[in-house]
């Protein structure tokens, strides 16, 4: 996790796994992945290998079943550098306390690093000749970003390899990196880093600091600890985006009891520093998604974990309604908008009335977005769902496709979600996000969504995952009123909805002490 300053626990149905306190570290425990239970700081700034904070890092199962913890650390002199952590008694199931060794830092930092540059060690691997690899962002001097690839014997040795996993100077200083492997294209179970997938596809995801985004690509990673791109530009920000909105330093871990990976993501906040600063907490985790690797082998698919679901109680179904043209608006009636579950499937009978779509409005889906918003009238489209909406509509986010036409008869499919009337206030950060969604609409003619709503955080799955854009959102009238949500429609032409479930959420347990 990233330091974020202030507490990031937040007191809604929310957090999850290790966290960042300021600048030590804490830890919350789940059977589920959805109720959590808070736990004392596993770790706190009290070396001098980490006295000026203990920030992110990863877990990682030693052959006997022993967890270890490699972290960063800020030391007495402000550099940043990688330290292990053990269990007191890995007995524990809680695994309560936990023990730093004196030989601490077992990664100094490297001499072409600059002191603030160099952070982030990823869950640690054995290729097949028996070596712990691990990997490690660094940022040089000469604006290069790197990832590097550290191999022990031990874990407790370690050595540089020669070769980075990645390096460009294009994006400037990448962090929290990624790499696991997946499955072959539409398998929807998980792989472990283990010697036998050293064969399989794997995924590079990394963040970078200059766009706040988190981008992944497919490739090879083989023996010498390099990264083979599969067709991508070393600019890792052209590469595919786990999510299109308020989305940052994601890491995966592999669920070996449902044979599943789990991608974990932050949002931080979106108001004023003063508002979360009086509330005692900032920043929450996006509810955590299984992703796997699509049917045609270009992308990851995500959906939210199914264990939400039993978090799921009074439900309302609809099926066959129609959206008609204009700005129609359907409410869903008997589903309170502030903690809610909502699947639809629109049906785009006509594709007749697509708007042309020039190629250079391919490049920027956010910008498209906040020229064709869902007050903007087209042809098909915009067509989607408005929630945490007030009574007279004047607050609301909006959540939306729009189908265009482009190179000759061919469509593409836009997806936005709107935050410019989320709320009245001026001091909150309200922009439009974006994505195309690469779905086949001419052969379906038909779009799915999916929209979780947990007071200020909008997640929402277009196209049965293929695209997410998560929002934090701060609608004044949810102080005082109820929340609404509506289907609307305006485009020219009608649009159908097959079908359409919404659910209620109860809130999840969280932040309860375990003793």
Same mark, same amino acid.
């Given at each position: ?201 794997? @995924?590079?995801?990394?963040? /970078?600091?200059? %766009?706040?985004? =988190?981008?992944? !690509?497919?490739?090879?990673?083989? &023996?010498? #600890? ?103 608006? @359907?409410?869903?009636?008997? /589903?309170?908008? %502030?903690?809610? =579950?909502?699947? !639809?499937?629109?049906?785009?009978? &006509?594709? #007749? ?103 200020? @955080? ?58």
């Amino acid at each position: 996790m990233m330091d974020t300053g202030p507490p990031t626990i937040s007191s809604r149905p929310r957090t999850g796994r290790t966290i960042q306190m300021g600048r030590c570290i804490t830890r919350v425990v789940s059977v589920d992945l959805v109720n959590w239970g808070a736990l004392d700081n596993a770790l706190d700034p009290d070396s001098p290998f980490d006295a000026n904070g203990c920030w992110s890092g990863s877990a990682t199962f030693l052959p006997d079943g022993t967890p270890v913890m490699l972290y960063t650390g800020i030391d007495a002199s402000n550099n940043q550098v990688q330290n292990l952590a053990f269990p007191k008694n890995a007995s524990d199931p809680l695994l309560r306390e936990w023990i730093k060794p004196t030989y601490n830092p077992v990664i100094p930092l490297p001499a072409d690093v600059p002191g603030a540059s160099f952070r982030d060690p990823s869950t640690a691997w054995r290729a097949r000749d028996g070596l712990w690899r691990v990997a490690v962002s660094a940022g040089f001097k000469d604006g290069t970003g790197s990832t590097l690839v550290y191999r022990s014997k031990d874990f407790r040795r370690w050595e540089r390899n020669a070769e980075p996993l990645y390096s460009s100077a294009a994006a400037g200083m990448v962090e929290c990196p990624d790499l696991f492997p997946v499955a072959e294209p539409g398998v929807h179970h998980g792989l472990d880093l283990v010697p036998s997938n050293v064969a399989a596809r794997h @995924v590079l995801k990394l963040s /970078v600091m200059n %766009t706040t985004q =988190d981008y992944y !690509v497919l490739g090879r990673y083989d &023996a010498a #600890d390099t990264f083979a791109l599969a067709g991508a530009d070393n600019d890792c920000r052209t590469w595919n985006r786990f999510d299109y909105g308020h989305v940052y330093a994601s890491k995966s871990f592999y669920d070996a009891g449902k044979k599943r990976r789990v991608l974990w993501s932050w949002a931080n906040e979106s108001d004023s520093v003063q508002d979360y600063v009086a509330r005692g907490w900032a920043g929450v985790q996006t509810v955590p998604r299984k992703i796997w690797l699509d049917g045609d082998g270009k992308q990851l698919l995500q959906w939210p974990i199914e264990e939400v679901e039993t978090l799921r109680k009074a439900r309302v179904g609809l099926l066959g309604a129609e959206v008609n043209a204009g700005g129609m608006n @359907v409410e869903i009636i008997g /589903v309170a908008g %502030t903690q809610a =579950d909502v699947e !639809v499937v629109f049906e785009v009978p &006509a594709l #007749d009335g697509a708007e042309n779509l020039e190629t250079n409005q391919l490049l920027d889906p956010q910008r498209l977005c906040g020229e064709k918003g869902a007050s903007v009238p087209g042809g098909v489209g915009p067509f989607g769902l408005l929630v945490l909406a007030s009574s007279d509509l004047q607050e609301h986010t909006s959540v939306f496709f729009r189908v265009f036409r482009h190179d000759g008869n061919k469509h593409k499919v836009l997806m936005c979600t709107d935050l410019t009337r989320s709320t009245k206030r001026a001091d909150v950060y309200k922009p439009p996000y974006g994505g195309f969604v690469d779905v086949d609409v001419e052969k379906d003619r038909s779009i799915s969504l999916r929209t979780l709503i947990d007071h200020s @955080v909008v997640e929402s799955y277009g196209g049965g995952g293929r695209a997410v854009i998560t929002a934090r959102v701060y609608p004044e009238h949810a102080k005082t009123s109820t929340n609404r949500m509506l289907m609307f429609n305006n485009g020219t032409g009608m649009v159908k909805v097959s079908k359409l479930d919404a659910w209620e959420l109860k809130a999840a347990n969280v932040n309860v002490p375990v003793v």
